[in-house]
Structures are given as C-alpha cells and as structure tokens.
C-alpha cells in the first residue's frame, strides 16, 4: 500500500502520521520534533503547562526541527486555561492546534485571527460536521465504529484515532476512508516521550488484561493501565484532593487528575494515574522515533 500524503488547510504532512498530544508532559519539544522531522505531525501536550513553559516547548520544537517540519499542540477544552493556552500557542505561530475532552466554539475564533488550523476531535457526525461548518481544517475522530458514518458526512480531512500500534492498523484505518491516523500509545513507549523509565517499563510489563476504564474527574471516562491508583479509582478508595488549584472548568473533586498523570509522567507508577491506549499491551519494545516510522513505512509497503 502506498502512504497517501496527509493535507490539513495549507500544511501538507509526507506521512500521515499526527502524534497523540499526551499530558502531562508526555508529549514535549523533543517527541514532537522527532515525529515532524519523519514526516509527521508533531504534537506538544499543553494541557498543565503555563503559558510561558507552552512558549519554550514551541521555540524548542522549532530549533529541533531547524523551523522546519509540521508542529502542533493538544489541549484539552476542559482545562479552566483552554482558551489562554491555545492563543499563547498561536501567537507563537504553532502550525495547528488539537483540541479534545470537550468542545469548544472559541477555537475558531483564535485560528481565524491567527491564521492557524482548527482540528477538534469529535466523536459523533453531528459535531463533525458542526464542526466543519465552524471553519475547521480537519477533525479527529476517535472510534472506528463511526469512522465510515462521518467520512461520508463532511468534506475535509478525516483522521482516525484509537487503538492503531503498527503498519497494518495504519493500513486498515486509511482503507476506512481515514486521511490520516493519530497514534498515542505507540509514541508515548518511544525513547523521545518525556516519562520517566519507570512509567516506560509498566508500558512493557502490562497485558490486555490490565486495561481498565475509569471516570476521570472531568466528566469523561479515560482508559488507564490498573495499577494500585487505577484500583482504588474504581473502588471509589482513592484519597481526596485535600486543596485544589482549579485547573478544570468543572471537576467532580474525586481525585486530582493533573496531579495523579504527573506522578505518573514522573516515575510515580503506583499512586500515579497512567492512561492508556486500548491496545498499548502489544507493545514490547521501547523505541527511536525514527526507527518506528521506519517500521511504520516498511508494514504498510507489504499490505
């Protein structure tokens, strides 16, 4: 199969890769960078950054890259912050900006001032093409189910997100009708991700079995790795925020969620919350940017 090139608004990706914007501080300048010098669309996680760290990591991206290369940020639109941090990113010139956990009109209003491509990631033909009509350059969308239902339903780029570790996922997701595939779990167990060796290990070790589906704080169920966290989540056991820093617009207070990934980003893998893709436990090995595009490439050439 030969890779179709991915085009969203004036930027044109070689390979039609997007990097899954990971928090916090998974994905970073150097992950990022890494994923737009192979061709790809590097994605810097802004959710829990301040808005002058937001800066650093898009100048650092850019100095990686040599200013060249496609650079994105993730946010997520239930941070109190959304609205600050995506127009920090777009007066730093960021080339799109993603956003999902929510959905937000505001975000056309900033790339259309600062000339910068909307994705929002949808998961229904309705916001899809709300979302198309509100002036956005692609989506994202994240389920395969309705991936077929929603290609049909708007005229621009489709890209599908969830579960695709390897060449053949890629493959399939594009015969689908995909423009292009956003791949987290493969990104977040390479050498260029920003988690500590401890958090890359318990990528390794994990089975299929230990996938679990939590209700996070914010109002939206999320996929983690079940750990002694994850497990006292779905006992309803986990301590509680004993102060808060009202990072998110609305928060049922169960747990810290910014402060549980950030245990976890850190090496923290018992009381850190540790999300997952749904098929992260096929993954055995810890590697290179450049070498799992190039297995990537070499997958999808034999289909």
């Known amino acids: 199969m030969k890779l179709p090139v991915l085009k969203i608004g004036d930027l044109t990706a070689e390979v039609p890769i997007i990097q899954g914007g990971m928090a916090i501080r998974l994905s ?9 010098q192979e061709g790809g669309i590097g994605l810097i996680a802004a959710s829990g950054m301040a808005f002058d760290e937001l800066r650093k990591e898009i100048r650092l991206a850019r100095k990686l890259t040599g200013g060249k290369g496609i650079i994105g940020i993730n946010a997520m639109v239930a941070a109190r912050e959304f609205l600050g941090l995506i127009t920090t990113a777009a007066e730093e010139k ?3 900006i993603v956003a999902g956990a929510g959905f937000s009109r505001d975000i056309f209003a ?7 491509a909307v994705v929002p990631i949808v998961s229904s033909v309705k916001l899809a093409k709300i979302s198309e009509k509100l002036g956005a350059a692609a989506i994202v969308v994240e389920g395969t189910d309705i991936l077929p239902d929603i290609v049909k339903a708007v005229n621009i780029p489709v890209i599908a997100a969830g579960g695709a570790t390897d060449g053949a996922a890629v493959a399939e997701l594009l015969k689908l009708g995909a423009s292009g595939v956003q791949m987290g ?4 167990a390479s050498e260029e991700s920003n988690g500590a060796p401890a958090l890359k290990e318990l990528y390794l070790k994990m089975t299929k079995e230990d996938v679990v ?10 996929r983690a790795i079940l750990n002694p966290f994850a497990k006292q989540v779905l006992e309803g056991t986990q301590p509680r925020p004993r102060t808060c820093d009202n990072c998110l617009k609305q928060c049922s207070r169960s747990f810290c969620i910014i402060r549980a990934l950030t245990r976890a980003q850190q090496g923290d893998v ?5 999300f997952t893709g749904a098929n992260m436990w096929k993954i055995k090995e810890i590697l290179p940017v450049k070498e799992i595009f190039r297995r990537l490439k070499e997958e999808i050439a034999k289909i």
């Open 28 to 36: 970073t300048a150097r992950l990022a960078a890494a994923v737009a």
């Open 94 to 96: 960021i080339d799109l």
């Open 110 to 116: 900033v790339g259309r001032e600062h000339n910068v």
């Open 185 to 188: 779990s493969r990104f977040a």
């Open 213 to 222: 589906q939590i209700d996070s704080p914010v109002g939206y169920k999320g």
């Open 270 to 274: 018992e009381t850190g919350l540790v």
